[in-house]
């Protein structure tokens, strides 16, 4: 009997640059065509798993561990990760990306520039960091850096989610 290989997509990138709808987009395309897919989400972990956890440097990258290791449990049971976190620290994504599995993991950078995040902002992140209402927010305060070598690259401010999906399924 084979054995059904389920794989993790890591979007990252700045926040409101669009992970979380390329996320959904993409859980919808893997189901349509039969397959079982889960998003792990960046701020439901956050609300939930991830609401000890500060935004310091030792907190995001806890954060990002807990959702590797999800993102493991997932694929160890046939079940497609897709995790939508801005997850900042190349060194955090790196270990996650081995408690994974590398062979299992693609990195996607959702590379939507920052002024197109900030014009976004649905939830008023960017306008109260700007204000110094906010403190350690990523892309204003706090260092986001960017994938080298990713498997994808996806400007969301230059690319159609259906499209989008297209290219994230043919990695």
Not at 88 to 93: E, G, L, Q
Not at 98 to 126: A, F, M, N, W
Not at 159 to 167: F, N, R
């Amino acid at each position: 009997m084979a054995q059904l290989k389920a794989a993790t997509w890591w979007l990252t990138g700045l926040p409101s640059a669009g992970k979380s709808t390329l996320a959904q987009a993409l859980a919808t395309a893997l189901r349509e065509r039969g397959d079982a897919a889960c998003v792990i989400d960046g701020d439901e972990l956050r609300a939930g798993l991830c609401e000890d956890l500060g935004f310091d440097d030792a907190s995001r990258a806890e954060n990002v561990r807990r959702a590797a290791h999800m993102a493991r449990l997932l694929n160890a049971n046939a079940i497609h990760a897709i995790v939508a976190m801005v997850s900042p620290s190349a060194r955090a994504r790196e270990a996650a990306y081995r408690t994974i599995g590398l062979q299992r993991c693609k990195e996607i950078h959702v590379s939507t520039p920052l002024h197109v995040c900030e014009q976004r902002d649905p939830k008023g992140l960017y306008a109260r960091a700007r204000n110094n209402q906010l403190a350690q927010m990523t892309g204003v305060h706090a260092a986001y850096e960017i994938p080298l070598a990713p498997m994808l690259r996806i400007d969301t401010s230059q690319t159609e989610p259906h499209m989008a999906v297209q290219q994230l399924l043919a990695v």
